[in-house]
């Protein structure tokens, strides 16, 4: 199965700016199916990005992120060529990780 | 200076004389002109917005609205269709029980054709839309259809869009007297006003793009069908030109057609025309 | 002439039935000609949603017994159901005008 992340990162002198976009439900629970039934609860609870042994970005996430999160954020410190490490675990234990080079 | 008036008023009522009694036998002789229709729908959305780029107006709201258009190139760098797009080039490239493929139905097989359909089958005597011709490849070779609304779908349509991105619409009308009602009639309901809204497709497409209904902004009819299918933030998913049709309708509280119904076909055939020459933008992204 | 329509009103008015509940046959009568009308909207492919969602609320008020609300979503759904109609009947010709030529 293809990865459920997309990232790209890109360095521009110091500051390196990453994109990422995870498909993921993002059930919040509370919303019904086409037969009336409650679709239980089911969402990204942990999201990390790290880089060279060090979290640059973690985020602890509830079910008011949207469906198919969308993260853009820059951080210093990382040059071309670096490994950048996402990861992400759910409410349901599911998790998924991906490596990007930086470019 | 009295006398100018008078004769022009009263050249002007002769011309109204005129205009009253022709009109009627105007319309009576009203011949289907699809040439003369595309043009004239074309000029008015470029005279209507002269600082549009005429091949902008298939990127919808975003022609419209200069704070959008920034958002909307910032998000194409990491476009919201692209699950969709590598599940639809995935699903394309996997050949049916019977080891035949899409590639199998299609012209060229499959790749870059996007800009020719809808087209008017001669056997059939219909407008075939992209939607349907993959729902019948898959019904020749023995795969359940899909729904038209749903994921799958938008995902193969969107695979196929992206390999005709940028090529320009390219929709035929046969010397068929079928062909020529099927946009007639197209055109009919897409001026044709439905639901207790009692909104036609044109009430909003045609008269209001670039205004706001609610927070939306509302995309010009011209090259509206360009972009299909796209991925809509409203519904956090994949919408294809079928379920676009439907919401539409139910929007103006009018009971939706089953998808790919004859008036849906038509519709889409005399949409597609009328925007024959703008390049395919598909898969779009949509507030 | 002038007074007499007032009087023509009034006396209209004072011989109007007293209001009452509706029946379950007024609900039926009712129903009946709004879901005919519904049936001719759809063949025409003019259906409106409110007209349907009216008739379910019908049924559904029917179902409880309670056939003053049924009667009166009855009404309003045919009401729906002839606007409906008469959309569909002007627009044969009217859609022209919205026409860009």
């Not at chain 2, 199998?104 to 800009?115: A, V, W």
């Not at chain 2, 359909?117 to 795969?143: H, I, Q, S």
Request: proline share 5%; glycine share 6%.
């Amino acid at each position: 199965m293809a990865s459920s992340i997309r990232v790209r990162a890109t360095a521009n002198g110091d500051i390196t700016e990453v994109q990422a976009l995870i498909q993921h439900p993002m059930d919040t629970g509370f919303v019904k199916d086409s037969k009336g039934e409650l679709i239980p609860a089911h969402f990204i609870q942990e999201l990390k990005f790290e880089c060279n042994g060090k979290d640059v970005f973690v985020a602890e996430w509830g079910t008011a992120v949207s469906k198919d999160p969308y993260v853009k954020f820059s951080f210093k410190g990382a040059k071309k060529g670096d490994d950048l490490k996402v990861s992400w675990t759910d409410n349901k234990g599911v998790s998924d990780t991906t490596t990007a080079k930086i470019s | 200076m009295t006398r100018r008036a008078a004769i022009l008023l009263g050249s002007a009522f002769v011309a109204l004389a005129a205009l009253a009694f022709a009109s009627p036998r105007v319309v009576a002789a009203d011949k289907v002109d699809p040439v003369a229709d595309a043009k004239a729908f074309q000029n008015f959305f470029f005279q209507k917005f002269p600082n549009v780029r005429h091949e902008d107006f298939v990127n919808g709201p975003y022609s419209m609205n200069e704070d959008m258009k920034r958002q909307w190139r910032e998000k194409e760098e990491f476009p919201p269709y692209e699950f969709a797009l590598d599940a639809g080039k995935e699903m394309f490239a996997t050949p049916f029980k019977n080891g035949k493929t899409y590639a199998d139905c299609f012209p060229n097989g499959g790749i870059g054709i996007r800009q020719n359909y809808p087209y008017f089958d001669e056997k059939e005597g219909k407008v075939v839309t992209l939607e349907l011709a993959l729902n019948r490849c898959r019904e020749a070779n023995g795969e359940a259809p899909y729904s038209y609304v749903k994921d799958e779908m938008a995902s193969l349509t969107a695979y196929m869009a992206f390999t005709s991105r940028g090529k320009p619409m390219d929709i035929k009308i046969p010397d068929d007297p079928r062909a020529l009602a099927a946009f007639e009639n197209g055109k009919r309901y897409f001026y044709t006003r439905r639901g207790q809204m009692n909104f036609s497709c044109a009430s909003c497409h045609v008269q209001s793009p670039g205004e706001r209904i609610r927070a939306e902004i509302l995309a010009p009819a011209l090259g509206i069908l360009n972009a299909m299918p796209i991925y809509r933030s409203e519904w956090s998913g994949m919408g294809t030109t079928s379920r676009r049709f439907i919401t539409c309708n139910s929007q103006t509280r009018a009971v939706p057609l089953e998808p790919q119904a004859d008036e849906y076909r038509d519709v889409e055939y005399f949409l597609s025309y009328v925007a024959n020459g703008l390049p395919i933008s598909g898969p779009g992204a949509r507030p | 002439m002038k007074r007499s329509l007032p009087i023509a009103m009034l006396l209209a008015l004072s011989f109007a039935p007293p209001a009452r509940a509706a029946t379950e046959a007024d609900y039926k009568a009712a129903y009946v000609a709004a879901e005919a009308a519904s049936k001719e909207a759809a063949a025409l492919r003019h259906q409106w949603t409110t007209t349907v969602s009216t008739l379910a609320t019908a049924r559904k008020a029917a179902d409880g017994g309670d056939f003053d609300r049924a009667f009166a979503a009855a009404k309003e759904a045919e009401a729906l159901a002839k606007a409906s109609i008469f959309q569909a009947t002007s627009e044969k010709e009217a859609w022209k005008t919205m026409e860009i030529r």
